[in-house]
């Protein structure tokens, strides 16, 4: 058993957490959200001032609730990719001193990787090779997982990330930030067929679609026109009717990727993760989907869909059981694809 204390902030959340392989004992989260809501988005220097306020008291609140010692915990880890810079470096920094003070190894993990492993979190049992579908928002792929530390992405999005587009949409829909659970939460109220909106084929140069790329600025653009209409018009946006409309969209666009993505590679489970593994309508239709090709789908717990440390922990400690740790020379970087 290897035990890790991890940290993560790579964008608006400060967490902590000590996880035990799969399993957790500790694990805090402070959303920034609030702090960021008054500007519609977040802002980078808020951010990593934020996490600067709030980190040590984190830290010493994972340890407190594990009731663990130092000389329990066997390695250190954090986040060192992709993300904001000046936040990635307040966590990324933390973890190197600790590392240095108690004499532990260090490791800088990748958020997706991070992401990835969130469903390890509730699966005891799953080992690779399946497909993940990451859909968060700064990231909207289909990654064949073969092993710890060996990916191959298979689909990306060649535009906006879908969470990207569930914030983009909610704010031209004057609804706040972030989009992804007031969209959600709106769409159980409305009619998902009340307008078809695109979803977003990439071409191919001999004719036909990717099978797996997506694109969401196209289904962005085309709420932006329906709600100038309505306004043209002088008539009430009917915001519950397209926010159910644009989940449905999006939805079934990563839905039918997923599920060719799958079949083609002959892999039996999807497990996605990311901020819109929260979406209702994406687990819907996923799960659905994937009980008629008797294929797997498996969602994290809710808690661990949006950004959280427990993740992180989860990869280092699989790394390190492999004999990885990293230098305590390492960098941050805002774009490290895995
Ligand atoms: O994984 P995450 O916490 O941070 C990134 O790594 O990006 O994902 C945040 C994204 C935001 O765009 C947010 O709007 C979206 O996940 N999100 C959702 C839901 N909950 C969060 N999108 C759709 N439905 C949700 N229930
Ligand atoms: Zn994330």
């Not at 799953?126 to 990231?139: A, D, E, I, Q, R």
């Not at 706040?176 to 159980?188: T, V």
């Not at 309505?230 to 990563?254: C, M, N, V, W, Y």
């Not at 994290?300 to 400690?317: F, H, S």
Request: glycine letters at 10%; one cysteine or more.
């Amino acid at each position: 058993m290897t035990t890790v204390l991890a940290i993560e902030t790579s964008c608006d959340e400060t967490a902590v957490a000590i996880v035990n392989n799969r399993q957790v004992c500790s694990s805090i989260i402070a959303s920034q959200i609030p702090v960021h809501q008054q500007y519609g988005g977040v802002v980078p220097e808020v951010a990593s001032r934020q996490h600067l306020e709030t980190l040590n008291q984190q830290i010493a609140q994972a340890m407190d609730e594990s009731s663990m010692g130092w000389e329990q915990i066997d390695a250190i880890a954090a986040t060192c990719a992709p993300g904001l810079v000046g936040a990635l470096l307040v966590g990324l920094t933390s973890a190197k001193t600790l590392a240095m003070v108690h004499k532990k190894p260090f490791l800088g993990v990748h958020h997706l990787e991070g992401h990835i492993y969130a469903t390890y979190l509730a699966q005891p049992t799953l080992y690779p090779p399946f497909l993940s579908l990451l859909v968060s928002g700064g990231h909207t792929s289909l990654i064949y997982v073969k092993d710890c530390g060996k990916y191959e992405t298979l689909g990306e999005t060649r535009d906006d990330a879908a969470g990207e587009a569930y914030d983009k949409v909610a704010r031209l829909l004057k609804l706040g930030y972030p989009g992804g659970p007031i969209i959600d939460k709106l769409a159980q109220t409305g009619d998902t067929h009340a307008f078809a909106l695109p979803e977003g084929k990439i071409s191919l140069p001999g004719g036909g679609y990717h099978r797996y790329d997506a694109s969401f600025s196209g289904l962005k653009t085309a709420v932006l026109r329906l709600v100038q209409q309505f306004e043209k018009h002088g008539r009430e946006l009917p915001i519950a009717d397209i926010a159910a409309s644009f989940q449905e969209t999006i939805a079934k666009a990563l839905t039918k990727r997923a599920i060719t993505c799958a079949r083609d590679y002959k892999l039996d489970t999807i497990a996605v993760g990311g901020g819109v593994a929260a979406n209702t309508g994406l687990r819907k239709h996923l799960q659905a989907a994937a009980g008629e090709h008797n294929i797997r789908a498996l969602f994290p717990p809710l808690k661990y869909c949006t950004d959280n440390a427990a993740m992180i922990g989860c990869a280092a400690a699989d790394h390190l059981a492999r004999g990885h740790t990293s230098p305590l020379t390492l960098g941050v970087n805002s774009r490290l694809s895995l």
